[in-house]
Antibody
Framework: QVQLQESGPGLVKPSETLSLTCSVS??????????WAWIRQPPGKGLEWIGS???????YYNPSLKRRVTISIDMSKNQFSLNLKSVTAADTAVYYC??????????????WGQGTTVTVSS | DIQMTQSPSSLSASVGDRVTITCQAS??????LNWYQQKPGKAPKLLIY???NLQTGVPSRFSGSRSGADFSFTISSLQPEDIATYYC?????????FGGGTKVEIK
């Protein structure tokens, strides 16, 4: 059973870089039927997709965040990472990692991490 | 990008009621539309994928359908444990977008 776990600092200063890692256990991050995604949820608000990565390194980013976001993958560690630079208070949110199925006959983000709260404050 | 307009933003219904939520796509798209349930303090849970397919283990009172540009999500008989916020999400392209969410409460 695949599980995802986010890790990283819970507090980031304004203008600095937010860095999170999602560790994948119980399955391989290099499987060709999945993308790996980051999603965030500001307090009391809805879900916002940040970006996704394929095991080949192909990435897709939310256009509204594209200038500040980098997602990378480390197959040797079976994990993928999020870097969001120049953060402001508006980046305060719960950050989730998730697995997006892209296989015929299956679909959706079927496995999620528990989420990690990141607060941007000095 | 495809934008998803979800309605209503909230609803209140009685136990046993039929509840329907709608998402309208901003442009023509395939059936790559998913529905999630999120309870407070928890990660979202996939209920329906590709518009109408029930995720394994999800109760059959949940269903999804499509009519033209409108995607619908239905709870056939609302249960107390269904209190949550529900989101649609499209992946017609790999630029994903979510609907704004519908908070479902018990009357």
């Amino acid at each position: 059973q695949v599980q995802l776990q986010e890790s990283g600092p819970g507090l980031v200063k304004p203008s600095e870089t937010l860095s999170l890692t999602c560790s994948v256990s119980g399955g391989s991050i290099s499987a060709n039927t999945y993308y790996w995604a980051w999603i965030r949820q500001p307090p009391g608000k809805g879900l916002e997709w940040i970006g996704s990565i394929y095991y080949t390194g192909d990435t897709y980013y939310n256009p509204s965040l594209k200038r500040r976001v980098t997602i990378s993958i480390d197959m040797s560690k079976n994990q993928f990472s999020l870097n969001l630079k120049s953060v402001t208070a508006a980046d305060t949110a719960v950050y989730y990692c998730a697995r997006l199925v892209v296989e015929v006959g299956r679909g959706g983000m079927d496995v999620w991490g528990q989420g990690t709260t990141v607060t941007v404050s000095s | 990008d495809i934008q998803m307009t979800q309605s209503p933003s909230s609803l209140s219904a009685s136990v046993g009621d039929r509840v329907t939520i709608t998402c309208q796509a901003s442009q023509d798209m395939s059936n790559y539309l998913n529905w999630y349930q999120q309870k407070p303090g928890k990660a979202p849970k996939l209920l329906i994928y590709d518009a109408s397919n029930l995720q394994t283990g999800v109760p059959s009172r949940f269903s999804g359908s499509r009519s033209g540009a409108d995607f619908s999500f239905t709870i056939s008989s609302l249960q107390p444990e269904d209190i949550a916020t529900y989101y649609c999400q499209q992946y017609d392209t790999l630029f994903l977008t979510f609907g704004g969410g519908t908070k479902v409460e018990i009357k």
